[in-house]
């Protein structure tokens, strides 16, 4: 397996929260008012936010998290969706006993952060969504067809590298991209017209 070179961070805490049957991974960074990092779909907080989270350390009490099969998070019999992840990002802020905070989430976390924004509009103060989209027609042409095609044999090198340094564990791999290719992106969002009104 490739090495894969890692930005030095300090981190002030690290643990796992039992959220909704889950022990979902968490990495607290600086001080000041919390700010939510919600990594991408097949991501970890190192693949999405490695560079960017030391400077926004500097300005914020910085919770980066990991979603459910991702990273350090365990799976749980059940399916993979933008709601329940943002049901689980609610959970462990509760756990932290943090009731309101800054959201930014790329990718399929930006997904995550407009659902926490929809089912928990009182712990929000202000999103951040960056490479995401709230309507089908927010995607270039072709992707969603594209995603019905997709293999883990064409994911990322660098996601699968990271996973497999945290888990070793090849049928994890597959299982989390099964799940998020199935939930996120063929049931979900391919279906979808806009999450808003």
């Known amino acids: 397996m490739p090495e894969v070179s890692e930005t030095k961070q300090v981190t002030q805490d690290s643990g796992y929260a039992p959220v909704n049957g889950l022990k979902m991974y968490y990495e607290i960074h600086g001080e000041g008012v919390p700010l939510v990092l919600i ?44 709601e329940q992840d943002a049901d689980d990002v609610t959970g462990l802020l509760q756990y932290l006993k943090i009731n309101k905070a800054h959201f930014l989430g790329f990718s399929n976390g930006g997904n995550t952060a407009m659902q926490i924004a929809i089912r928990h509009p009182d712990l929000v103060n202000k999103l951040v969504i960056i490479s995401s989209f709230y309507k089908r027609e927010g995607m270039m042409a072709g992707f969603f067809e594209g995603m019905q095609q997709a293999s883990l044999e064409n994911m990322p090198a660098l996601l699968k590298t990271y996973y497999l340094q945290i888990n070793n564990d090849q049928k994890g791999l597959q299982a989390m991209f099964n799940k998020t290719k199935k939930e996120c992106f063929i049931s979900k969002i391919g279906k979808m017209k806009t999450w808003l009104p």
């Open 39 to 82: 990594h991408g779909g097949g991501s970890t907080i190192q693949t999405s936010f490695s560079i960017i989270l030391p400077l926004l350390a500097q300005h914020y009490k910085v919770i980066a998290v990991e979603l459910q099969a991702h990273g350090h998070t365990n799976d749980r019999d059940s399916a993979e969706s933008f």
